[in-house]
């Protein structure tokens, strides 16, 4: 097998144990560097599981952080299909809830929730895409590298944020940079409240019902990707951009589809956030979402199965990092950190290291078992 030619594995290797063993060495390489500042790696990693998976809460804010990360893995994934890399998924997520949250203040207190909640949606969604489709209208007509403008859009959608809360949408006599509260119809039920409906008890957390929207978007994004004309014409364009022009396909419309679904879909992390939990318009809401995506999508190949694992690990780690540090004297957020980005190392840079072998190993396995008896020359 030449080391110039790509290496070619099953979609089942590629998605599912590719990304297992890439995992497992940055474990690995995370357990010597535990080591190494005197800690227990066992000790560590035991700690970690236990505050992630081990009660019903801390799976509970487990699940509550991979909702956002879904959100934004989904668009990055997106955009990617359509031979884009999408980097603006923070400022995206930032005007998808400020978008939420207009919809919100104008009307949470004349409308009900099942109608308030849809719009919320609804509002994300199309201030989302619309602040994916200046770049991508860039790329499609001006030939602006996609990459450039939505970092530039990142920093613009915060200075817009920062404005509006500070000069327009700021609550009076309130010192903290925030809105007035939302009504009551724009508060998207918690799941111990939804199962709690159901006579079953389950401890106040931050996980609310956008946990159902995150899986719907999942289904959703493989359904368009990999069951229906317009993902075909999508994908087509994103990896053969020439060949999908000369088919009739037209690759500026694709851009534009891309990255406006990409948006669409980051707009969706105002409603985990502001509606299932702070109630009203904040700051600093996103905090990293937007570029953390980028991690879950890499991780779990661009594929939505892929980045719901992928959004459950770092869901995982976020909230079994935060037990860590108050369990374990010496370890600190910042060792999160730092096994955060070995992870994103093996699996985003280095993600093919392991793919050779796995390819000879699957090839191995394949080869025909001679019959008994056959006489060999």
């Known amino acids: 097998m030449s080391s110039h030619q790509p290496i070619e594995l099953p979609r089942w290797i590629d998605i599912g144990v590719l990304p ?14 535990v080591a190494g500042i005197g800690l227990d790696p066992i000790q560590v990693i035991t700690q970690l ?30 955009a990617f299909h359509g031979g884009l890399f999408n980097i603006g998924g923070e400022g995206q997520a930032m005007m998808g809830g400020l978008g939420s949250a207009l919809v919100a203040l104008a009307w949470s207190n004349q409308v ?19 602040w994916a489709a ?23 959608a915060s200075a817009l944020l920062s404005y509006l809360l500070v000069n327009v949408l700021k609550e009076p006599g309130n010192m903290a940079v925030e809105s007035r509260a939302f009504g009551e119809s724009a508060h998207m039920p918690g799941l111990h409240e939804a199962l709690g409906w ?19 978007s999942a289904v959703g994004v493989y359904l368009l990707l990999w069951k229906s004309r317009a ?11 020439d060949a999908a022009h000369y088919a009739g396909i037209w690759p500026r419309r694709q851009i534009m589809v891309a990255m406006m679904l990409s ?40 594929h939505p199965l892929g980045i719901v694992l992928a959004s459950l690990l770092f869901g995982a780690l976020y909230q079994g990092g935060a037990e860590l540090a108050f369990e374990i004297p010496g370890f600190s957020r910042d060792m999160v950190a730092t096994l955060q980005g070995l992870i994103v190392l093996f699996s ?28 060999h020359g």
């Open 231 to 241: 993902g075909y014409e999508l994908r087509a364009v994103g990896h053969a951009p």
């Open 49 to 78: 599981i236990k505050g992630a998976f081990g009660s019903r809460a801390g799976f509970s804010y487990t699940l509550y952080y991979a909702t956002t990360f879904v959100f934004t893995g989904l668009a990055v994934a997106v």
């Open 198 to 216: 159901l006579g079953i008890d389950w401890p106040k957390t931050p996980l609310n019902l956008s946990v159902l929207l995150a899986v719907l």
């Open 112 to 130: 009900p929730a099942i109608v308030m909640l849809p719009l919320m949606i609804l509002a994300g969604a199309l201030a989302g895409g619309a």
């Open 20 to 33: 297992l063993i890439n995992l497992a060495m940055a474990l690995a390489v995370s357990g010597i560097v």
């Open 134 to 156: 200046v770049p991508a209208a860039l790329q499609a007509w001006r030939g602006s590298h996609v990459v450039i403008t939505t970092i530039m859009f990142n920093f613009i």
């Open 348 to 375: 985003g840079a280095m993600a093919m290291v392991a793919a050779p072998w796995l390819a000879k190993l699957y090839a191995f396995s394949r080869r025909p078992v001679a019959a008994p008896g056959v006489a």
């Open 263 to 302: 948006g669409a879909l980051a707009g969706q992390v105002g409603i985990n956030e502001l509606a299932g939990v702070q109630g009203r318009l904040l700051l600093d809401y996103v905090v990293g979402a937007g570029f953390t995506g980028i991690a879950v999508s890499l991780i779990g190949r661009n």
